[in-house]
């Protein structure tokens, strides 16, 4: 339920601004994203922490954008030792080494095309699912792409955003 308050919400809401901003950092890379969110602080319930994730997301400049997908590794290679990724990415995990080949090139391609790592929701996507996104998004724009990559942060934010306050709870039992 994300329409009233929570322990976890009312830890975060008290939580020192420096424990904040590193606990947002990990949720979003882009610092102007995670500064939007402490300065609305405290929030009355997790769908309004979910709103101004929402709005910060939207105001994201070029350079945040880039900041932020600084932070996410390509599809098919987590940061090793990082839980999140390794948990968002898990559809990849029983993909054929013919796919996983297929996604490294398209990933390459996609970056030489971009300049940055190919973003998507990777939650719940098996690695057809993401083969087939970045196929399709390879031939966008680079003002499409940014609008599908702004879109697909701003679910990857949500989701970890509900995280964070599951998690902060977890912290304070």
């Not at 600084?70 to 968002?88: F, L, M, V, Y």
């Not at 940055?116 to 399709?136: K, N, P, S």
Request: hydrophobic letters at 40%; aromatic letters at 4%; a negative charge.
């Amino acid at each position: 339920m994300t329409s009233h308050s929570t322990p976890g919400l009312a830890r975060f809401n008290t939580l020192q601004d420096s424990a904040a901003r590193a606990a947002l950092h990990e949720v979003c890379a882009s610092s102007a994203w995670g500064s939007s969110l402490l300065a609305r602080r405290p929030y009355a319930t997790v769908e309004a922490l979910l709103l101004a994730g929402d709005a910060a997301t939207a105001a994201l400049t070029t350079e945040d954008l880039a900041e932020a997908m600084a932070g996410h590794p390509p599809i098919g290679r987590p940061k090793p030792g990082d839980p999140t990724s390794s948990r968002e990415q898990r559809g990849m995990a029983g993909a054929s080494d013919e796919l996983k080949a297929e996604i490294l090139d398209l990933n390459l391609a996609y970056q030489e095309r971009f300049g940055h790592v190919f973003l998507i929701c990777a939650t719940g996507a098996t690695g057809e699912q993401m083969r087939d996104a970045m196929r399709a998004r390879i031939g966008n724009t680079p003002e499409q792409e940014r609008g599908h990559v702004r879109t697909e942060l701003g679910k990857i934010n949500r989701i970890r955003l509900t995280g964070l306050v599951a998690a902060v709870a977890e912290e304070g039992e």
